[in-house]
């Protein structure tokens, strides 16, 4: 018996040993770059700690020395925001966080997030990027890096361009007209947006990237086609939940399937099996085309597997496997980020009338169509403010390489980075810092994107606004997604207001303040969502009958 015990204990001990040996030299190299250090016994990318954080971190935090749960999870950045920036204000807008195995530095600082997005020499991927875990049906663009992140990216993007827009405008036009006379039936008001906005972006997706074209109405269809137990969309929903792609890359897949495995765990098998069934589909379906018509002129989609077929992953075209996962994370990349865009922007207009009356202003007396899109910038500047203050999503971690790296930051003060860290950019701080984004920082104001004298949109400070990343890695759906947003805006408001609906005695103006309330209440996983935004009812009305009203959240907003 004791002997059993000292066999386990040995490599316990020896692993405890080990981290707290790599922990004290990790904040020995952190101390030399003189900036403030703190350090963690677990990492916010650890799978397990993803898992089982939200529910263990509030516990940790009460007691003595649970200070460290405040910048180790995963979702910490906008924890810290509701916190009134606790972390930010005690340790500044650059520190050093010390972790068994690795040292991350936490950055607001506009000047180092510009650069470590754009030197793709000096800084490579990091191991603090989660991304890998997105290749659940294959590498791709996204989890890559070097020379075969090159490969990907001009593989895939190669037929990501004009033309995927001019389909993407008139698509998201029909989709939010047939959105909205769902809206306009629900006499009580509307609280489907978390559930409306990614079947409308999903839809355009389909369109203008996989030339498949759905209705909105039909797209809530509970029923899964032939040959299948899921509808493709129930499928992503399942699997595109943060939590669930840390089980998918941790568990072996034997467990999902024991009798006595957790329901959750079999229903998520069940979805990720299906879903790589609708990809191996949609290919064989693409193939076919492909075969039967050589000639026409190809959508993404069938780019992607005409470059398949051509060649191999080594002679620099597509493997099989990185066909299915670049099909994944285009598809979830493509849809998730753009729908919550939508959902917070529609949450903030509704809290601040006078921005849909400043809208309004330049959508009457424009065509709504592709051609008018770069005159709408009204519409794209709420796109920019919304994500100013909400980006739905961060840039991935970077880290230097084998050289230290000296840096310089928004202050001119130099530091030396040391070879092998990472740096990773604070997003919900760094873009309402007051000392570049004024007093008003943390106000929603879309009007301060437009130059005043000649209404151009203004280029903001260098690296403060990087809701897309920057350099060689940029989204490169930015432009697709801003086409998407603008479409869908311009529709809406062109011909309506959005209300929030009052409770009980609530007066307009409280139902407006709960609104604000509930859209700085966020949920962090793959994405930024509203938390419990099903809670929130809106009306949506014909503009004309409302001309004339009195506005009380007006006040000098605009
Ligand atoms: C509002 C909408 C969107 C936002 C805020 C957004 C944001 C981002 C961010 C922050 C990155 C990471 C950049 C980095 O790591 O430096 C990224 C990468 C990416 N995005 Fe988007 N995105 C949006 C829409 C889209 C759309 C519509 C598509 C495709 C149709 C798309 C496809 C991708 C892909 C494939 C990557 C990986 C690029 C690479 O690693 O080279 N995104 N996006």
Known sequence: MSSLFYTLLVPVL??????????????????????????????PENPIWIICSKKVAPYIRRLPFGDWTDYSTIDWTWNDRENDFK?????????????????????????????????????????????????????????????EWQRHRRITTRSFGESVHRIAWPEAVRQTEQMVELWSQDERGF???????????????????????????????K????????????CLREVMDMRNIVLLNIVPSFIFSFPWAPRRLRSLQTSSRELEKYLIESVVACRETLKSSPDKSMNFMESLVQENQATTSKSGGL???????????????????????????????????????????????????YESFPRMKRSLAVMLETLRMFPTISPGSKATGDCPVPMQTMEGDTLIIPPHTSITPNLPALQVLPEVWGPDSLTWRPTRWLDTDDGQLRTPVEGSFEPWGDGS?????????????????????SRYKIEAVPEGEESAEDARERVWKAVNKTESGLTLKVENSERVAFKILERRAASGEANPMAGDHV
């Not at 029923?223 to 129930?234: E, F, I, M, Q, S």
């Not at 949450?347 to 709504?368: K, R, S």
């Not at 940029?474 to 408001?493: D, H, R």
């Open 14 to 43: 020896s692993y405890f040993l080990w981290n707290l040996i790599g922990i004290i030299k990790n904040i020995r190299k952190a101390r030399a770059i003189g900036i403030p250090v703190v350090w963690s016994p677990v990492s």
């Open 191 to 221: 609280r489907s947006t978390a559930r409306d906005f990614p079947t409308l972006t999903l839809n355009v997706l389909m369109r203008a990237a996989y030339g498949v074209q759905y209705d909105f109405h039909d797209s809530s269809e």
């Open 87 to 147: 972390v930010l204000r005690k340790y500044g807008k650059v520190f050093a966080h010390v972790m068994p195995g690795k040292l991350v530095i936490r950055t607001a600082d506009p000047a180092m997030v510009h650069r470590v997005l754009s030197d793709r020499r000096a800084f490579v991927k990091s191991l603090a990027d989660v991304t890998d875990m997105l290749d659940i049906y294959g590498p791709s663009v996204v989890s890559r890096d070097g020379n």
């Open 223 to 234: 029923v899964p086609p032939k040959g299948h137990n899921r509808t493709y969309r129930d």
């Open 473 to 493: 890695r940029v989204c490169p759906g930015k432009k697709f997604a801003q086409v998407e947003f603008v479409a869908v805006i311009s529709c809406i408001f």
């Open 319 to 369: 493997s099989d496997r990185e066909l299915y996962g670049n099909l994944f994370v285009w598809t979830l990349g493509g849809h998730e980020t753009t729908a919550n865009t939508l959902l917070f922007a529609l949450f903030l207009l509704a809290a601040f009338p006078m921005v849909q009356e400043w809208l309004f202003e330049e959508l009457d007396g424009i065509e709504l169509d």
